[in-house]
């Protein structure tokens, strides 16, 4: 194994300054659904109240708190991007969705157009709601379709059949023209013909954005802990390079490891992540990436909805009571980070953005840029790296060789 030269021995103990700040998003969680899945792995909850409605603006309330409580950390900073993920956030009212929106353009900038996405859940689509929702100011929708199939959706623990996902995307193209599809592959059961229908259909629909993700057994779901049966390897990878071919037939441009969208129909926000640009996330649960002149910090909001709307009763006017943990992110670390985003780019990155995004020069991983340049995953020059064809099929073997080196394996 080649040494590893870390950070802070090139620096010394000088504090890495970062010249310009990134792009600012903002995230907001909404974290109820009507039904956890058996493999969601995200901080989501079930709806066990008869009090919806009332929760419904308690938790308003608390997001708007929240911001407010944030606003000395991103104080002037122009938004490029709103999202407002979950759990289903398409279970709050268009009503509710309007207080947010509205809070937020007199609390902050927006860059003009800003891309404001909603995710919402076939099993939760009415036409006058919907309608609402882009009168509130929402612009873009992404629709947790997961399969057209009803028999891989019952599996998956959907609420929703294939019927009523065809119906979702017509309820939804007859409001918005900026719409992404999820796609799940390798599901229980799953034939390659079967991931061949679902992305032929998700094609067939006329979306300018498809996100198709492999199914992963994470730690602390029902899953994991029963875990179903699925396709081996080599035919999840049939299944990977059929949808990969299907896109590009129909125009759609593979731009990230999982994303499939039309020219200038990438996702801002998404992106935004890729860069190592930074993000407020508020809500329960909410991670959070804000940088400075001299630091770099991540923050974690409250996870249980019941613990963060409580917060807001212990108001403290120098501190964000919604925040339960905050660290800097040290100098290896934000290598490390970039390289795990950057590198999940198809085209990858300028190499000038690493010392732009992180403060660190390009030196501090060259000799680990040299290993995987060696091992062919990636090809650069002094203007670009890009993860090559393997690169891509062997992304976590080309993000294993920026791990700090104590985390190796």
């Given at each position: 194994?080649?040494?590893?030269?870390?950070?802070?021995?090139?620096?010394?103990?000088?504090?890495?300054?970062?010249?310009?700040?990134?792009?600012?998003?903002?995230?907001?969680?909404?974290?109820?659904?009507?039904?956890?899945?058996?493999?969601?792995?995200?901080?989501?909850?079930?709806?066990?109240?008869?009090?919806?409605?009332?929760?419904?603006?308690?938790?308003?309330?608390?997001?708007?708190?929240?911001?407010?409580?944030?606003?000395?950390?991103?104080?002037?900073?122009?938004?490029?991007?709103?999202?407002?993920?979950?759990?289903?956030?398409?279970?709050?009212?268009?009503?509710?969705?309007?207080?947010?929106?509205?809070?937020?353009?007199?609390?902050?900038?927006?860059?003009?157009?800003?891309?404001?996405?909603?995710?919402?859940?076939?099993?939760?689509?009415?036409?006058?709601?919907?309608?609402?929702f882009k009168a509130a100011g929402i612009n873009r929708l992404s629709i947790g379709i997961q399969s057209f199939n009803s028999k891989h959706l019952q599996a998956l623990g959907r609420v929703h059949n294939g019927n009523e996902a065809?119906?979702?995307?017509?309820?939804?193209?007859?409001?918005?023209?900026?719409?992404?599809?999820?796609?799940?592959?390798?599901?229980?059961?799953?034939?390659?013909?079967?991931?061949?229908?679902?992305?032929?259909?998700?094609?067939?629909?006329?979306?300018?954005?498809?996100?198709?993700?492999?199914?992963?057994?994470?730690?602390?779901?029902?899953?994991?802990?029963?875990?179903?049966?699925?396709?081996?390897?080599?035919?999840?990878?049939?299944?990977?390079?059929?949808?990969?071919q299907r896109a590009a037939d129909k125009q759609y441009i593979n731009y990230e490891t999982s994303a499939f969208a039309h020219s200038g129909k990438e996702s801002n926000h998404n992106l935004n992540y890729w860069m190592f640009g930074?993000?407020?996330?508020?809500?329960?649960?909410?991670?959070?990436?804000?940088?400075?002149?001299?630091?770099?910090?991540?923050?974690?909001?409250?996870?249980?909805?019941?613990?963060?709307?409580?917060?807001?009763?212990?108001?403290?006017?120098?501190?964000?009571?919604?925040?339960?943990?905050?660290?800097?992110?040290?100098?290896?670390?934000?290598?490390?980070?970039?390289?795990?985003?950057?590198?999940?780019?198809?085209?990858?990155?300028?190499?000038?953005?690493?010392?732009?995004?992180?403060?660190?020069?390009?030196?501090?991983?060259?000799?680990?840029?040299?290993?995987?340049?060696?091992?062919?995953?990636?090809?650069?020059?002094?203007?670009?790296?890009?993860?090559?064809?393997?690169?891509?099929?062997?992304?976590?073997?080309?993000?294993?060789?920026?791990?700090?080196?104590?985390?190796?394996?």
């Open positions: 194994m080649p040494t590893i030269i870390s950070p802070s021995s090139i620096l010394g103990s000088q504090s890495p300054k970062l010249t310009s700040l990134p792009q600012l998003s903002l995230y907001i969680h909404i974290p109820w659904c009507l039904k956890k899945c058996p493999y969601c792995d995200f901080n989501s909850h079930e709806i066990r109240t008869e009090n919806y409605s009332e929760l419904e603006h308690a938790y308003v309330e608390a997001l708007i708190h929240d911001l407010e409580m944030a606003l000395p950390n991103i104080w002037g900073r122009k938004v490029v991007s709103i999202f407002f993920g979950g759990g289903t956030p398409s279970l709050f009212s268009a009503q509710s969705i309007d207080k947010i929106l509205t809070t937020v353009r007199m609390l902050l900038p927006l860059e003009h157009f800003t891309e404001i996405t909603l995710e919402a859940n076939p099993g939760t689509f009415e036409t006058q709601k919907f309608a609402d065809h119906n979702a995307i017509d309820i939804a193209l007859k409001n918005f023209k900026n719409i992404n599809l999820d796609l799940m592959y390798a599901l229980p059961e799953q034939t390659l013909a079967d991931a061949q229908q679902d992305i032929e259909l998700a094609c067939a629909a006329g979306v300018p954005h498809i996100s198709a993700y492999h199914l992963t057994l994470e730690p602390n779901t029902l899953f994991h802990r029963y875990p179903p049966i699925l396709p081996d390897d080599n035919i999840a990878a049939e299944m990977q390079l059929a949808i990969e930074d993000y407020l996330g508020i809500g329960a649960g909410a991670h959070s990436k804000i940088s400075f002149a001299d630091k770099i910090i991540r923050q974690i909001r409250y996870k249980h909805p019941k613990e963060y709307v409580a917060r807001s009763s212990q108001s403290d006017l120098n501190t964000n009571t919604y925040i339960l943990t905050e660290h800097v992110v040290s100098q290896t670390e934000r290598s490390f980070e970039f390289m795990m985003n950057a590198l999940r780019l198809t085209d990858g990155f300028q190499t000038a953005m690493f010392q732009e995004r992180t403060g660190l020069p390009i030196t501090v991983i060259q000799q680990q840029l040299n290993e995987a340049e060696e091992r062919k995953l990636i090809i650069r020059d002094h203007q670009q790296i890009t993860p090559t064809l393997m690169g891509k099929r062997f992304l976590n073997d080309l993000l294993q060789i920026f791990l700090p080196p104590n985390e190796r394996p």
